[in-house]
């Protein structure tokens, strides 16, 4: 029997995301692994009765988990099917993409393979930071989340697959190093190309040049006092009752 959904999530989406699957079905268990290691500890017998659902989580629940979940797992994976894979805002911003979105499919073995169930898109306005693309993007997977949530709370099959197909190169921490390891002969519009995609120094990489057999790291400008004041707050769902 379907009564329990595990949530892969971070701890303020917890309870925004929990309230809006519960308030379709109060009587569900809600589990909230913290870390692979706390996934992987959850017993047989829960698996058994449960759901798996991903929202932008960075755990990749291996094949091992996915075998002996007795109702599939999801993930809403925070770029479209044309940016799959690691941080898809910045590759978007480093391709120049027109369009971003946010995508919801079945997990499979290999990350961002499983078959699409829903997928949201909006036109990328001129001149967005990656920062500003991701919380666009943030409020689609949000959007997209909400739309969902009632046929994952409630029936015991997935959402059936719509006629979309993952598409594009296949992003990764090791794809994202490499563009942050600059050529020494860079020309002028591929160090812009990389300053507004990978410039911030995210995930401990900063963009980094070897000359002359020294090492030199991007420091990113300082941002003015006035700047910081109207810093945009970080992302927060917050998501209406469950009709």
Same mark, same amino acid.
Not at 2 to 30: C, K, N, W, Y
Not at 62 to 75: I, K, M, T
Not at 125 to 147: H, K, M
Not at 220 to 238: L, Y
């Given at each position: ?22 308030? +379709?079905?109060?009587?569900? $268990?809600?589990?909230? *692994? ?9 017993? /047989? ?16 629940? *291996? ?16 770029? *479209? ?6 941080? #898809? ?5 480093? +391709? ?17 393979? &499983? ?18 693309? =991701? ?34 190169? %296949?992003?990764?921490?090791? %794809?994202?190093?490499?563009?942050? $390891?600059?050529?020494?002969?860079? &020309?002028?519009?591929?160090? =812009? ?29 300082? #941002?003015? /006092?006035?700047?910081? %004041?109207?810093?945009?707050? =970080? ?9």
């Amino acid at each position: 029997m379907f009564d329990t959904i595990i949530l892969l999530t971070g701890p303020v989406e917890q309870t925004a995301l929990g309230a809006a699957l519960r308030g +379709h079905r109060p009587s569900l $268990t809600m589990i909230y *692994p913290a870390s692979l290691a706390e996934l992987l500890a959850i017993a /047989d017998t829960t698996l058994r009765r449960a759901r798996l659902i991903a929202f932008a989580s960075p755990v990749i629940v *291996p094949p091992s988990v996915l075998e002996r979940l007795g109702f599939g797992a999801c993930n809403f994976h925070p770029g *479209p099917p044309e940016f799959p894979g690691f941080s #898809p805002a910045q590759f978007a911003i480093y +391709h120049d993409a027109r369009t971003f979105g946010a995508t919801a499919h079945v997990m499979a073995e290999r990350v961002d393979e &499983g078959a699409i169930f829903d997928v949201a898109r909006f036109d990328v306005p001129e001149n967005t930071s990656v920062a500003d693309l =991701e919380l666009l993007g943030y409020r689609e997977l949000a959007a997209l989340f909400w739309r969902n949530a009632a046929v994952l709370a409630i029936n015991e099959a997935l959402p059936a697959p719509i006629a979309v197909a993952w598409s594009g190169e %296949k992003s990764s921490r090791r %794809k994202y190093r490499a563009l942050c $390891t600059l050529p020494p002969d860079v &020309g002028a519009a591929e160090l =812009e190309r990389r300053l507004r995609a990978f410039g911030g120094g995210y995930f401990g990489m900063p963009l980094t040049v070897m000359l002359h057999g020294r090492h030199f790291t991007y420091a990113p400008p300082e #941002p003015r /006092d006035d700047a910081v %004041k109207q810093q945009a707050p =970080e992302p927060r769902i917050s998501l209406p009752a469950a009709e």
